[in-house]
């Protein structure tokens, strides 16, 4: 196997920047998605409620500063100072206060036609991997949830969709394995770097996105993954592989590149970080097993639906100090079913536990 691109995303949302290298730090890429806008209240924008973003184009300057350009105009962001004002920001379940680029936000908020800022990420200002999947010393830019995201092109060509990579967005993209391969692998050795892939992705409407046109293009190809690829929930589908480094370095187009799988029937203790996904399902008193996902290799617990699993996040109390656990669907609770009645008689009265509650739900 080895290295078939390598990508770059300067501001959460906009453009891939094809690179023939990458430095990879703890908090992923360099400069890979360490810009970002945010709307007047200081949350995160992407594709998902604007899709537009994929016009715009942003390059490193190579002094901290952007180059920005959108629809044949352009803008020049230098770096923003030492001394300048930080606003609170969210990303997702995250609060930061970063440092805004003034400079950018009438250009920015003309174009798109709603009010937005530029903020850039310092180096203070990294966020914690969830806990769930990573080690405590594990930090991510602004990105998503995790530093690095994986792809194969044996993968895509499974899928048989007439869609590029880009629409999923990956910084490493891999050539040469077995299709859905990525499923097993735990480790990734890339020349002198090392990733860790603790969990699949799952898969949002930005891969419904045209990334030339930045307009949603239809349900695909969120539909073909929902009928191969269901994993986290019934409605979430898995494509590509989150990465978290563990050894820095360079990462070069063409580079060899060598993995290193789950072995069967590991619960995962063996492993570098005990990875969470074999813990989940360690809680759960399954024993892990490989086992195909719909359309690939991929993990299953002994004595449940091996051949596809499907797994959602439980509810209700939460065992190992709280965090989210996932089961299979087969271990679901469902009402108790009614008895059979005969022509003529009168429909007995629900079962108590399968009204509805009136109660909040502990997911909400």
């Known amino acids: 196997m080895r290295v078939a691109a390598l990508f770059v995303y300067p501001v959460k949302g906009a453009r891939a920047v094809p690179v023939a290298a990458a430095a990879v730090e703890p908090a992923g890429f360099a400069d890979d998605r360490r810009w970002m806008l945010v709307d007047e209240g ?3 924008v992407t594709q998902r409620e604007l899709p537009a973003l994929a016009r715009l184009a942003a390059e490193p300057d190579g002094e901290g500063g952007l180059r920005l350009r959108f629809d044949g105009e352009s803008l020049s962001v230098g770096r923003p100072a030492a001394d300048a004002a930080r606003v609170p920001v969210t990303i997702w379940r995250d609060a930061l206060r970063l440092p805004q680029a003034e400079e950018a936000a009438p250009s920015l908020s003309r174009w798109f036609g709603r009010p937005l800022r530029l903020v850039r ?58 299709p859905w391969a990525e499923d097993g692998w735990r480790r990734l050795e890339v020349g002198e770097v090392e990733l860790d892939l603790p969990k699949p992705c799952a898969r949002c409407v930005v891969t419904t996105v045209d990334q030339e046109s930045g307009m949603v293009a239809g349900p695909e190809p969120l539909d073909s993954l929902r009928a191969r690829r269901l994993r986290l929930t019934r409605a979430t589908p898995a494509c590509c592989s989150a990465g978290t480094p563990c ?54 617990v002994a004595g449940q639906n091996a051949t596809a699993p499907v797994w959602e996040r439980a509810g209700g109390a939460r065992p190992n100090g709280g965090r989210q656990v996932l089961r299979p669907l087969t271990q679901r609770r469902h009402p108790r079913p009614l008895p059979a009645r005969g022509r003529g008689e009168a429909r007995p009265a629900p079962h108590p536990s399968s009204k509805k509650s009136t109660e909040p739900s502990s997911r909400s």
């Open 42 to 44: 200081g949350r995160a």
């Open 121 to 178: 990420q310092e180096k203070g200002n990294v966020r914690p991997v969830d806990r769930d999947w990573a080690g405590a010393d594990d930090v991510v830019s602004l990105a998503d949830g995790f530093p690095i995201l994986v792809a194969t092109t044996a993968s895509l060509e499974a899928l048989r969709i007439p869609f590029d990579m880009d629409r999923f967005r990956p910084n490493l993209v891999i050539e040469g394995s077995a």
């Open 247 to 300: 050894r820095s370095g360079p990462a070069r187009f063409g580079s060899a590149i060598r993995s290193r799988s789950w072995p069967p029937g590991s619960d995962g203790r063996s492993t570098p970080r005990g990875c969470p996904r074999r813990r989940c399902e360690t809680l759960l008193g399954g024993r892990v097993l490989p086992s195909p996902l719909r359309g690939g290799a991929g993990v299953g």
